[in-house]
């Protein structure tokens, strides 16, 4: 990634605590368009701290964000995904007994135009349905074609590609995927993987938090390493092994340590 | 990323295998058919009943008969309105039926003592109701209280209420009053419908239309079926929780003017069994109770069965108990039927 270019995404200085426990403290983060960066880092270095304000579930206590260099208050999720920042939850937040249309236009829906719509709040399905299956059908899911379909009927991964084509759809810019793979089996992540891919490839930036370094080597351009609540540095899965990126997350090696000349700490294993 | 000619190694994972492998049993296909049509277990049962009772006594089906059966339904039909919407947000009301007879009672009692105008008295039935419901609302998501608990609380305060209020007495109104009208009727050939049971239906179709085809009923169904995922798509699942409980309160209000027109003014014992006998209506009607899942319609379709096996059963020269025998065992097949139905796999 060029410095010269606008990061879709920038975050400068975030710092949370609660109470006396210091969740972020002053992190940098910087996202370009079309690139997929990942997070790791260890439990309690601050990587779900870090999402939260970025997705604006949480409220950072000092620090910065910018979305196309703009900067941006982000007080609720609303107001994130109002600036194009959407963000995909571990836990789905799909409604399982409703269909993909409805859920891909969950809380946003469309309504009828003219009386039916302003005065009877009539919903328009039939538009819904159109462009939803238009949606998917751009975002390359050719595995859903029936968006009548009910959410539960679907498999694992399929309702993960619902939940991802909900965020990348309806022109939003940086997304945020949480663990998109930790409850598939293989050829089910082998088909999120690709997916993102495909996502990275029209533009968006995203942000992929995991703890699967095969995917995470598989899939980033860069790597962002949480530890104790800041940044402890940032990688390319070309440049670093997953051995390198893993000492570097648990403070076996610091990033500027050259992985050969690194000396050997006295009582480690 | 080079993307090679023909990568198409997806293995079946596309909707069209799935729905050839839905056709593998016709139980398979029942499963699916019910998923999408919660309410068609009811209607099929309301109508081998009908048939059944018929085929006993002939005066079953006569005009008069059904008609009976139409105007014994209106109060917990119109009732069950209330509960589905309850019950779809996964919760439960054990106050409706206290609710509305309060509101019944207040309405009656200030016609009949302080000569106040119908429309009035109509207006402050509306607001006992929704004032009501929203402190049940307002305990559930403000207070975090589970709807079972605050529910059974609010049944006996506003059952005390309504006895303390009433003082044993029950209140007859002129006939005429507009308080009445609800059991006031007219011809449609030999039927005899009331305006009660006109009001039931168009109940029904406004709260179905709201349900079906507005932003808010979606909101609805999905609060009901996964909270925390509905607040995370965005949706404020408080307001809609609250909401629910306030339409429901307009239900109750509805209930009880149609209650008045069957007692012919109030009486504090009318609706002793109306809370559970919605519920029962609600879950015959293949409501879940797990929240977010089933239809309107089934729930009127629940309310008539009730009705339709007292009456046919009592035609049928049966024993009483033995209607409530026939309910219960419903109930439980129905809640099976729903288990079975959220078991549901493509």
Known sequence: ?269 | MTSSPAPVLEPAETVSDLSDRRGHSPANRLQHLLHRRPALSPLFVLIIAVVIFSLVNARFYSAVNLSLVAQQTAVIGALAVGQTLIILTAGIDLSVGAIMVLASFIAANLIYTDNTSVPVALLVAVLVSVVAQAINGLLVTRIKLPPFIVTLGTFNAFTAITLIYAKGQTITLNPGSGLLWTGESFLIGNFRVTYGVVLMAVLYLVVAYALRCTAWGRHLYATGDDAEAARLAGINTKRVLLSAYLVAGLAIAVSAWILAGRVDGADPNSGLNANLESITAVVIGGTSLFGGRGSLIGSLLGALIVQVFDNGLALAGVDANYQVLAVGILVIAAVSVDQWIRKVKA
Do not use: W
Request: hydrophobic share 40%.
């Open chain 1, 1 to 269: 990634m060029s410095g010269t270019m606008t990061p879709v995404l920038q975050a400068k200085g975030l710092v949370k605590t609660y109470g006396r426990v210091v969740g972020l403290s002053g992190v940098d983060l910087e996202l370009y368009p079309g690139e997929v960066l990942a997070v790791i880092g260890d439990n309690g270095a601050g990587k779900s701290t870090l999402m939260a304000c970025l997705s604006g579930a949480q409220i950072p206590d000092a620090g910065t964000i910018q979305v196309d260099g703009q900067p941006v208050r982000l007080r609720s999720t609303a107001d994130a995904r109002r600036v194009g920042i959407e963000t995909v939850y571990q836990n789905l937040a799909v409604a399982p007994a409703l269909d993909i249309a409805s859920n891909m236009f969950l809380a946003r829906e469309r309504r009828r135009k003219g009386p039916l719509g302003s005065v009877l709040r009539m919903l328009d399905t039939k538009a819904m349905k159109q462009e939803a299956a238009a949606e998917l059908a751009n975002l390359g899911i050719s595995t859903l074609q029936d968006v009548d379909q009910a959410v539960e009927t679907l498999s694992g991964g399929q309702r993960q590609a619902v939940a991802v084509a909900r965020a990348a759809a309806f022109g939003s810019k940086v997304l945020i995927l949480d663990e998109p793979t930790a409850a598939l089996g293989v050829r089910e992540s082998g088909q999120v993987l690709k997916l993102i891919r495909e996502l990275r490839e029209k533009g968006l930036g995203i942000i992929l938090v995991s703890h699967n370094m095969p995917h995470v080597f598989e899939i980033a351009d860069r790597i962002h390493i949480q530890r104790l609540g800041g940044r402890a540095g940032v990688i390319t899965p070309s440049e670093y092994s997953m051995n390198d990126a893993v000492a570097i997350m648990t403070g076996a090696r610091r990033l500027d340590e050259p992985s050969g000349t690194r000396s050997q700490p006295t009582g480690a294993s």
